[in-house]
Each structure stands twice: as structure tokens, then as C-alpha cells.
């Protein structure tokens, strides 16, 4: 949809590769929007950051759910 790419797009502006929060939402963008293989891509890049256990465990369960 228009509202998930203007979201996507405002994501990409801000997002420096840094924001393991960004980068979690566009993960979830594009698995709304059936780009499997994005969504996979950015809940690994989540996986790359300083994150709680428990956000870890459910970037894991994010992803173990679209393999």
C-alpha cells in the first residue's frame, strides 16, 4: 500500500543502519507487503546490534516464523 511505502521511505531518510528499532519496523513493512526476503534481511540486521535478551528472542521468533 501507499501508507506502508511512505513509511519505508521515510525509514530509509533517517535510518542509518544504526537504529535496531528502524530497522525492526521495516522489517515488519516489508513482510506486511510479502517482501520475505527484506523482512529476513532486516531482522538479521537487528540481530547484529546490542539488543536485550528478550528483543532478541522475538527477532528470532520473527524470523523463525517467515523461514
Known amino acids: 500500500s501507499n501508507e506502508l ?3 519505508l521511505n521515510t525509514i ?3 535510518n542509518n543502519q ?3 528499532i ?3 519496523l521495516s522489517g515488519d ?3 506486511k ?3 520475505i526476503n527484506l523482512a529476513k534481511d532486516a531482522y538479521k540486521k537487528v540481530l547484529l546490534h ?3 535478551p528478550n528483543k532478541r528472542k ?3 521468533n520473527k524470523l523463525s516464523s517467515i523461514q
Open 33 to 35: 507487503q510479502n517482501n
Open 50 to 52: 546490542e539488543i536485550t
Open 5 to 7: 511505502d511512505d513509511a
Open 12 to 14: 530509509k531518510k533517517v
Open 22 to 24: 528502524l530497522l525492526e
Open 58 to 60: 522475538l527477532i528470532e
Open 29 to 31: 513493512i516489508y513482510y
Open 18 to 20: 544504526e537504529n535496531h
